[in-house]
């Protein structure tokens, strides 16, 4: 079993900068693949970044490539998600994803997920 807890959301302005963390207990951290989805009312759940156990491969949704960095730290059992230059179109409740592959959390359909967390950008 895999926890994962997800904090850093909150309210801020077109423009602004978030960093949203994902704390993992459980199954060794350091051999689980984890990412980022997000969910906006009404509309489907995206996929946003996606990050190897190495750390070596990376992957990013079209619509946050360029502004969202993710990144990890095997030693603080946590990942991250960096958001720059966040417009209204990204505010959403994002969800931490893990699983042994990261392709599998690209395709949606990772084995653990956290409880979310609320990002709203206003205009």
């Known amino acids: 079993q895999v926890q994962l807890v997800e904090s850093g959301g909150g309210l801020v302005q077109a423009g602004d900068s978030l960093r949203l963390s994902c704390a993992a207990s459980?199954?060794?951290?350091?051999?689980?693949?984890m990412g980022w989805f997000r969910q906006a009312p009404g509309k489907d759940r995206e996929f946003v970044a996606a990050?190897?156990?190495?750390?070596?491969?990376?992957y990013y949704g079209d619509s946050v490539k360029g502004r969202f960095s993710i990144s990890r730290d095997n030693a603080k059992n946590t990942i991250y998600l960096q958001m720059n230059s966040l417009n209204p179109k990204d505010t959403a409740v994002y969800y931490c994803?893990?699983?042994?592959?990261?392709?599998?959390?690209?395709?949606?359909?990772?084995?653990?997920w956290g409880q979310g967390t609320q990002v709203t950008v206003s205009s």
């Open positions: 994803a893990a699983d042994q592959r990261a392709l599998t959390i690209v395709a949606g359909t990772s084995e653990y």
């Open positions: 990050m190897s156990w190495s750390g070596v491969s990376t």
């Open positions: 459980g199954r060794p951290f350091s051999r689980s693949a």
